[in-house]
């Protein structure tokens, strides 16, 4: 995990540790619903710079380690994966909307 990374002008280890909570931590997250949104991370992600380093979840929200170089634009990267990966898992999993349906009421 230790490995140092450089470009022309600059020596940078940069991990970052980001957690992602469903709205009103609905209980919604499953193995492969976590499976496939790490999918979606790891085809979005090396468009910006960016490396996985770990991901964990539970039912409610999802933990992921990262690293970065120092010009990525982490802001763009996070709105663009949010974006995706809710737009294609409630597309390939209709029950999550079930879910948040049933417990909003």
Excluded: C
Excluded at 9 to 17: F, N, Q
Excluded at 36 to 51: L, M, N, S
């Amino acid at each position: 995990m230790e490995k140092i990374d450089h470009n022309a002008h600059s020596v940078y280890l940069m991990y970052y540790h980001l957690i992602m909570v469903v709205k009103y931590r609905r209980k919604v997250i499953e193995n492969p619903i976590s499976e496939r949104a790490k999918e979606i991370w790891e085809h979005i992600a090396p468009r910006y710079g960016i490396v996985l380093e770990e991901w964990n979840h539970d039912i409610d929200h999802v933990h992921v380690m990262f690293r970065a170089q120092p010009r990525t634009e982490l802001s763009k990267f996070i709105n663009a994966y949010k974006s995706a990966s809710s737009r294609l898992l409630k597309k390939e999993y209709p029950e999550i909307r079930e879910k948040l349906w049933k417990e909003a009421f």
